[in-house]
């Protein structure tokens, strides 16, 4: 790799990084029955994983995520510091880490994102990227919270809904960047 594509992989990689900060901005939405907010955040985590694929994306994501623990207030409804990572949303915060791994290894190895094959794309997130975090979320929040582990997991099916609409426009959205702008990665 040459300089300048190495130079233009961190600025695609930073941009991401401030994609997902800015949709922080949006504040979350409490659910009531666990600690744990509707956020429009980790649809940040899935552009991350398609547009930059394993390696930039993780990268991203391990940016911002480190942002967050020095303590700036980039996690939905402006919070930072460690401590958000001993916390009830701590296993989420470490399934964003490992779900760009996860879902761009699927996507090279299925070549899911070749025109022909969005559908596999859609499943590759839906399951790598909504059920990965979810269930490591629960099984971390039954943890932490000392609930049940089917109770947390169940609790979790309130954010299905939500996470299926933003993984698939994430989809849709990634589809339409790649088509015009390359990124070098492999399809
Ligand atoms: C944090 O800001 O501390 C992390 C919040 C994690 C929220 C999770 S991500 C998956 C699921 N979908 C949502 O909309 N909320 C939860």
Redesign the pocket.
């Given at each position: 790799m040459t300089d300048q594509q190495r130079i233009k992989h961190l600025t695609q990689t930073a941009m991401v990084t401030a994609l997902i900060i800015v949709l922080?901005f949006f504040p979350?939405?409490p659910v009531g029955f666990i600690p744990?907010?509707?956020?429009?955040?980790?649809m940040g985590i899935f552009l991350a994983a398609e547009l930059l694929g394993r390696k930039y994306g993780t990268v991203a994501v391990a940016l911002f995520l480190a942002l967050a623990a020095l303590g700036l207030p980039i996690?939905?409804?402006g919070?930072g510091g460690a401590a958000?990572f001993a916390?009830?949303?701590?296993g989420?915060?470490f399934?964003?880490l490992l779900s760009p791994l996860l879902i761009g290894t699927l996507l090279e190895r299925t070549h899911a994102k070749a025109a022909h094959n969005w559908w596999r794309e859609l499943i590759i997130v839906w399951l790598a990227g909504?059920v990965f975090?979810?269930v490591v979320?629960a099984v971390w929040l039954a943890v932490q919270s000392h609930m049940g582990l089917l109770a947390a997991l169940l609790s979790?099916l309130a954010?299905i809904p939500?996470?299926l609409i933003?993984a698939t426009l994430a989809v849709v959205i990634a589809r339409r960047v790649r088509a015009v702008v390359d990124f070098g990665i492999p399809a």
């Open positions: 922080g979350g939405i744990v907010p509707i956020i429009l955040q980790n996690l939905s409804g919070r958000v916390g009830p949303t701590g989420y915060l399934a964003w909504i975090i979810d979320g979790n954010f939500g996470d933003k």
